[in-house]
């Protein structure tokens, strides 16, 4: 920015990048310069961003305007005014997540419908609506125990951005258990209960130390069970959370790359496809075009089934001491003592 000017006025010369020319405004007086308008990059196109619907059974008028005003941008409410209607809007494959009160209308718990939208619509997560007041905790728990996966409490959460927050971790909950529970019935118990540890706090991100941190384990000791089990070193599970539940945040049209990777814990979006395309070889829009998190959850499952060997730090060192055994030694007993060493 530079000042001055022949006439002895005031002039400041702005660079604009998008048109790389040069703007000369007088500062005189009274004279106001407006911000310009954004102007699409195609004329006469506009982006239509997908408005998902949340089913919400909630009394109160000033709770719902609530509701209404944080989820306005990117969600469309559908108030019930009792379970037989809860059920009949999830019922119809419209609502994507539920928000419902711990009682109806008449002070009866819907114990049974919340246990009832768990078992049929598992994908469906639900949330408990309740104030912070000692009744309200007492239906927080209980509609935990029924299923619910994560609580709102009125006039807190239930403002700003806040809400988003919430329902973008009860859906990344959901996934997880799904993931998880499917998972679990190709790995060893111990990489199961790390897996689940990476997938529950993968907007951390999480860490292998982390993990051995919760299981009371040394973190060679889950490098030592991927690698008997034949499976991908803990870090590299780590990241397979971290893709999986990432690209479930972009499965919504109007996020970008960039936003849905700083959501969950990425430096930038360059760091999230650095990492997807050295674990996948894809790109961000061909994960977009091949289904977004289930596409990733497929590929890690046949993975894992396969049971494919790789370099694993375990498997280096066995190969390391197989290759100095005198010829004729028996590798497997190599093999062993490697890895009871390392266990050691």
């Known amino acids: 920015m530079r000042v001055g000017g022949r006439d002895g006025g005031l002039q400041y010369q702005l660079r604009c990048r998008n048109t790389a020319r040069l703007l000369t405004v007088a500062a005189r007086?009274?004279?106001?310069?407006?911000?310009?308008k954004a102007q699409s990059a195609t004329?006469?196109?506009?982006?239509?961003?997908?408005?998902?619907?949340?089913?919400?059974?909630?009394?109160?008028?000033?709770?719902r305007a609530r509701l209404r005003g944080a989820v306005r941008s990117y969600a469309k409410l559908a108030f019930?005014?009792?379970?037989q209607q809860l059920a009949s809007a999830v019922a119809d494959g419209a609502a994507t997540a539920i928000i419902t009160e711990w009682r109806d209308g008449s002070g009866c718990t819907i114990e049974s419908t919340v246990r009832a939208m768990r078992a049929e619509y598992p994908n469906i997560p639900v949330l408990a609506y309740a104030p912070l007041t000692p009744e309200g905790a007492h239906d927080m728990l209980a509609a935990a125990r029924a299923g619910a996966v994560d609580v709102i409490i009125a006039n807190f959460d239930d403002v700003g951005i806040t809400?988003?927050?919430?329902?973008?971790?009860?859906?990344a909950t959901t996934l997880s258990d799904r993931i998880v529970e499917r998972l679990a019935t190709l790995v060893p118990l111990p990489v199961a209960q790390m897996l689940e540890y990476f997938f529950r706090h993968a907007r951390t991100p999480p860490s292998v130390g982390g993990a051995a941190a919760a299981l009371l384990v040394h973190r060679k000791t889950l490098a030592?069970?991927?690698?008997?089990?034949?499976?991908?070193?803990?870090?590299?599970?780590?990241?397979?959370?971290?893709?999986?539940?990432t690209s479930h945040r972009l499965e919504d049209p109007g996020r970008t790359t960039e936003h849905g990777a700083i959501e969950m814990?990425?430096?930038?979006g360059s760091a999230f496809r650095n990492m997807l395309r050295r674990y996948t070889g894809l790109s961000p829009q061909d994960l977009r075009d091949r289904g977004g998190s289930m596409c990733l959850a497929e590929m890690l499952t046949a993975q894992l089934a396969s049971r494919a060997p790789g370099l694993y730090p375990g498997r280096r060192r066995a190969s390391r001491a197989k290759r100095a055994l005198p010829h004729g030694?028996?590798?497997?007993?190599?093999v062993t003592a490697v890895n009871q060493d390392t266990a050691n």
């Not at 004329?43 to 709770?63: E, K």
């Not at 019930?80 to 379970?83: L, S």
């Not at 814990?265 to 930038?268: N, W």
């Not at 030694?329 to 190599?334: L, R, T």
């Open 265 to 268: 814990g990425f430096p930038s």
């Open 29 to 36: 007086p009274g004279n106001v310069v407006g911000p310009r």
């Open 163 to 171: 809400l988003g927050r919430r329902l973008a971790a009860a859906q």
């Open 43 to 63: 004329p006469g196109t506009q982006t239509h961003q997908l408005v998902i619907t949340i089913a919400a059974l909630v009394h109160d008028s000033a709770a």
């Open 329 to 334: 030694a028996d590798a497997p007993d190599a």
């Open 224 to 245: 030592l069970h991927c690698a008997r089990a034949g499976l991908p070193s803990p870090s590299a599970l780590c990241c397979w959370a971290r893709l999986i539940l």
């Open 80 to 83: 019930c005014d009792d379970p």
